[in-house]
Every structure is written in C-alpha cells, then in structure tokens.
C-alpha cells in the first residue's frame, strides 16, 4: 500500500471542513488547523504548524463568513478572509504541498443574466466578496499549484446555515417572509466535498464552480424546506429591498461550470440534496 496522504484542513469545526474530515478519514491523515488551536493571523505559528506535518495538501476552508459583519468591520473580513489566507497559502507553498481555496458566488456583483462561469470576472459589490477575492489573489500569488474552488448557499444537517435557521423558524411562527428576487445554488457540506476530492484527484490547478446543481430563489428554497418537513408555516416572497441588511448579495449569485462537467464532475441537484440532508 501507498503512504496514505497528508493533509490539513483548516476551518474544521465549520459546516465544509468537518464534512471533508468525515468524507476522508479512512483515507487520509488530517492535521485540523483552526483558529482555536493555531493564531491564523501569527505567520510563524501557520508556517510552523504546516511545516511540521509535511503534508502533501492543504485544503483552506476557514472564513469569516459573517456577510453583514464583514461589511461592519471591513478590517476584520480582510484578516479573517485575506491576511490568513496568505499565511495558509504560503505554508503550503514553503511545505511544498498542493492548495485549494475555498471561494464563494459573492466575488461577482450579480449583475450578469446567464449563470458566472469560471472565466467570467468577478467584481464584488460587498466587503466580504471583496475579502475573498482578496484571498483568491494572495493563494494564486503564494503558489502554482493552487485550485480555486467557488461555491455558493452552502448548508449542512448542523451549524449556523439557512436550512436549520428556516426549520427553527418555522417550528416558531405561522408566517414567514423570504427575498425572492436572489438567486443561487444551494449547494450541502457532503456533497460539496465529494466535488471537491474528485477536483483534487482529477483536476489540473485552475479555479472551479462547485454547486449542487439547478437554481432556486431564496423564497424557492425556504419553500422546498417547508413542503420537504411537512411545515404548514406560510412562506411569503418579498423584494430584496424590503429585507434590510449591511451588506448587499449579488442578485444573481448562480454559479455553473464550464470545467468540471469534462471532467465527469458534477453534484446532484439542490432538492435532492435537500431531501437527503432533512432526512438526516
């Protein structure tokens, strides 16, 4: 048998880090590196951690992915999303060890009418887009074996995510409104991280659109939630700009792939997924 990998994955007590380390624990050595046990803004500390392990890959996953907080402390979406990607992506670099990034639909300004593919050029209109085109730069720039990965509404059975906010919700209140003039692809933890081991397996470095397939609405998704648990809660659609926030989504947030799709790479849809993790 072959030297089984090594890898680290930081933001493993988040929604993707911890469905990666449940993905790949009989295959793979992980080393979690979060910001509970290592200072991500001490660049010292990142690169002596990384160094230590010798791994072969590093899997980036920790964010600062407060969206409304991020556009109230610009500073600190820039050292959460950008300043500790450049320490992350630099160990690796000094390790010698494969990257990927993980990004988000929120580097475009939702302004295009078709789905943003992976050449299309993001412009964020939100500090946080902004901060994680930030780190998208500093991964590219630390090393060229670096793999962008985009993703988007991304949920999970537990953690802070719009599907367990809806299901408390609606065990709550008879009536609920949800925006219905924002859309995405919400994409779940599990899946996203089979994607992203094929990615890691099959892929040359590049940057790729990972997301459960098809599309929904905010108000769409909040519906299938409802009729998939059997909630009798109302779901009311409203405008975008009756639901004020700090920061403002792209109105279009709907990602595809032009790459993945030769690759044989693509997630199932978003309300089988949804069936599957409310089933859980």
């Known amino acids: 048998m072959g030297e089984r990998q090594r890898v680290v994955i930081t933001g493993t007590t988040g929604q993707l880090g911890r469905a990666l380390v449940d993905l790949t624990r009989d295959s793979w050595d992980v080393l979690p590196l979060n910001r509970a046990d290592t200072d991500m803004l001490d660049w010292q500390a990142v690169h002596d951690h990384v160094k230590a392990f ?9 964010a600062v992915t407060d969206v409304d907080g991020c556009e109230r402390s610009p500073e600190m979406a820039y050292l959460g999303n950008a300043l500790t990607t450049r320490h992350v992506a630099q160990a690796a670099a000094a390790s010698d060890a494969d990257l990927v990034y993980i990004s988000t639909n929120f580097v475009f300004d939702g302004q295009k009418s078709e789905p943003y593919h992976e050449f299309d050029l993001p412009n964020p209109i939100s500090v946080y887009g902004a901060s994680k085109l930030a780190g998208e730069i500093e991964a590219r720039n630390a090393t060229s074996r670096c ?3 985009r ?4 949920y999970a059975p537990e953690g802070r995510n719009f599907v367990q906010t809806m299901l408390r919700l609606m065990g709550d209140r008879d009536r609920l409104t949800v925006v219905a003039d924002q859309y995405g692809n919400p ?6 991280a ?8 099959r892929a040359p470095y590049g940057t790729y659109h990972l997301v459960n397939s098809g599309t929904a609405s905010w108000h769409e998704w909040a519906s299938e939630i409802a009729s998939v648990s059997g909630s009798a809660t109302s779901i009311d659609a409203i405008p975008a700009i009756e639901y004020r926030r700090d920061a403002t989504p792209p109105a279009n947030g709907v990602l595809k792939s032009l790459a993945l799709p030769h690759l044989g790479i693509e997630l199932p849809d978003w309300r089988d997924a949804l069936r599957r993790c409310l089933a859980t």
Request: proline residues 7%.
């Open 151 to 154: 993703t988007a509404m991304v």
């Open 187 to 192: 994409s779940f933890a599990p899946d996203l």
């Open 147 to 149: 793999t962008i990965v």
């Open 194 to 201: 089979v994607g992203i081991t094929q990615i890691i397996e």
């Open 54 to 62: 010798s791994p072969h890959l590093v899997i980036h996953c920790a």
